[in-house]
């Protein structure tokens, strides 16, 4: 069964930095596109980034762009989210996504079917 756990969200101050993982289970992540997803209090989810199934290539919103930066491990099945200088407008759940198995392999930021459960970040002022 495809499943998605998220982790390593937290308590950060202005400025500093968090990296999320997005580990996978049940199936091989060099066949997926994976992207990140975010949700603040009272918004809809928008999306943060994806990344490819083999090049690694990735996307990411301008908001991004510049502090954050995704990158994945698929011996570990892990993905990951770096986000540096962190603003109080990052604070969300954040949510890791599936999409596949593909053969295409640059990625997008929508159409995904697999979700996980999110990992809250709160960027304290």
């Known amino acids: 069964q495809l499943r998605l756990v998220e982790s390593g969200g937290g308590l950060v101050q202005t400025g500093e930095s968090l990296t999320l993982s997005c580990a996978a289970f049940?199936?091989?992540?060099?066949?997926?596109?994976i992207g990140w997803f975010r949700r603040a209090p009272g918004k809809e989810r928008e999306g943060v980034g994806c990344i490819s199934p083999r090049s690694g290539n990735t996307k990411l919103k301008d908001f991004a762009k510049g502090r954050f930066t995704i990158s994945r491990d698929n011996v570990q099945r892990t993905v990951y989210l770096q986000m540096n200088d962190l603003k109080s407008d990052d604070t969300a759940v954040y949510y890791c996504?599936?999409?596949?198995?593909?053969?295409?392999?640059?990625?997008?930021?929508?159409?995904?079917?697999?979700w996980g459960q999110g990992t809250p970040v709160t960027v304290s002022s």
């Open positions: 049940g199936f091989n992540l060099d066949e997926y596109h």
């Open positions: 996504a599936a999409f596949g198995p593909t053969i295409q392999d640059t990625c997008t930021i929508w159409g995904y079917e697999y």
